[in-house]
């Protein structure tokens, strides 16, 4: 029932055997579910377009682990075939601990690990690495080993009597290529929708699968789940414990900004408003939109607009367009990147500032890099949120605010080698921070923006 594909450490190569894996199984015309361990946007953005289905993540920290299994089983059952690509090194989770971690998702799931390794620069020493991987947690089913960067035949040989000495079946051995490096930027992998090759590395991809890895023993791994055992799917199962928010009145339409600055978003989220009864509209502020006049609330996910910084600030319409309707009170729902859109300026990577819509009282410059998962202690009543309430999130960003004015305090947030500090902004029509939720832990933000968006008035927005 699926395997799961994990490195001692990122960049060992374990995102292009997932990759060349899907990519043979679209070849063969065989349906394939992916999924991504962990919070990650870019990852799941290239496996679900080689996939051809949306990538779902599987994080427990965010999530719980009732979700993770039924997301799996769920998703999983929908297609022939199923992948999970683990992120960073297996046993790396939340702080020094496992917890969350490849590993954590492995064993709760019983799903045999394909270590990945880059034995570049190895040997025998292999041998050791591979052996204390295998033995740190007794239990863990390991399949086999999948080797990359594998320089000539001498190499090969070495490299596969060492796991033959330790009685670790090699799985495959990729050579060493620059052709074989995937292109990324400060936050990770380059998005999908920038990489205009995409076709012809999907063809890369699955002769890479054909030519280095051993298709007999990994494919009969690749076998999907079963589906839940109740029968319910993820989402009406999700909406359990927060009904849709419908009213007597027909869908509700909601804009959602979606172009190159804004595209960090899970699935489930969109899946979630549409389930509450919302039509999600794509609004690109990049294009200088108005917002649509119909809309009754406003999602901004996170992105990359600190690239596209003087882009934004030429695009007076769009920015008129979010300072109108953050003073009608129109529900606002800002995460990370969209959070950057909401300030009074934005300093792009040369360090040149642009306004932005002027909503909240910080201007945004590069700084040290936020990373990690955070648990956030609500401060008091919001647009989404209740005081008293404690979610979990991950923070990942190298942009930091300077305030103009008093910082808002929408929840403490702490987390491992974090201190505890106030965060965001919220009122009854705004929710605003670096925070990034998956909206399966935490169903009722979607509950409570619906409704919001249902409740308000205001009929049209001036361009």
């Not at 045999?112 to 570049?120: D, I, M, N, R, T």
């Not at 009122?427 to 919001?452: E, Y």
Request: hydrophobic share 45%; with cysteine; proline share 8%.
């Amino acid at each position: 029932m699926a395997c799961l594909i994990a490195a001692p450490a990122s960049g060992s190569g374990k995102t292009l055997v997932s990759l060349a894996l899907t990519a043979l199984a679209r070849r063969r015309g065989q349906t394939i579910q992916t999924f991504k361990v962990g919070p990650d946007y870019l990852d799941p953005q290239l496996l679900g377009a080689v996939g051809g289905r949306p990538c779902r993540n599987l994080d427990p920290l965010l999530c719980g682990e009732a979700w993770l299994e039924r997301s799996f089983q769920g998703y999983g059952a929908r297609a022939e075939l199923a992948l999970v690509e683990g992120v960073m090194g297996l046993f790396d989770g939340r702080g020094p601990g496992s917890e969350g971690s490849s590993a954590a998702v492995a064993a709760q799931l019983q799903l045999p690990v394909v270590l990945v390794v880059e034995a570049s620069r190895q040997a025998g020493s292999l041998a050791a690495l591979v052996r204390g991987f295998r033995d740190h947690q007794p239990g863990l089913p390991f399949a086999g080993v999948v080797l990359n960067g594998v320089g000539s035949a001498r190499h090969h040989a070495l490299l596969q009597e060492a796991l033959a000495s330790i009685a670790m079946p090699l799985l495959g051995a990729l050579p060493r290529h620059d052709s074989l490096c995937l292109p990324s930027r400060h936050l990770g992998l380059l998005p999908a929708h920038e990489l205009t090759d995409l076709e012809q590395r999907q063809g890369a991809w699955a002769d890479l699968a054909e030519r280095h890895l051993d298709l007999e023993r990994l494919w009969p791994l690749l076998a999907a789940p079963a589906g839940p055992a109740d029968g319910l799917e993820p989402i009406p199962w999700c909406l359990q414990a927060h009904p849709a928010a419908r009213g007597r009145r027909g869908p509700v339409a909601i804009a959602i900004a979606s172009d190159a600055a804004f595209h960090f978003r899970y699935p489930e989220a969109g899946e979630l408003l549409t389930a509450h009864g919302l039509n999600l509209v794509p609004w690109s502020p990049l294009a200088d939109e108005p917002l649509p006049p119909e809309c009754r609330g406003v999602i901004l996910p996170g992105g990359y607009p600190e690239l596209h910084a003087a882009q934004l600030a030429a695009s007076h319409r769009s920015r008129r367009a979010i300072a109108a309707a953050a003073a009608a009170g129109l529900p606002i729902y800002a995460e990370c990147g969209g959070l950057l859109l909401l300030g009074q300026s934005l300093c792009d990577q040369a360090g040149t500032a642009h306004p932005m819509a002027g909503v909240l009282p910080f201007q945004a410059r590069r700084g040290n890099l936020s990373l990690g998962y955070r648990e956030a202690s609500t401060c008091r009543e919001g647009l989404v949120v209740r005081p008293g309430e404690r979610l979990c999130g991950h923070e990942f960003h190298r942009w930091q605010l300077d305030p103009v004015a008093a910082p808002g305090e929408l929840w403490q947030l702490e987390g491992w080698g974090s201190p505890r500090r106030p965060e965001g902004w919220t009122n009854a029509g705004l929710h605003a921070s670096w925070l990034h939720l998956h909206w399966a832990g935490c169903a009722q933000i979607p509950q409570r923006f619906a409704l919001a968006a249902r409740a308000h008035h205001h009929d049209r927005l001036l361009a």
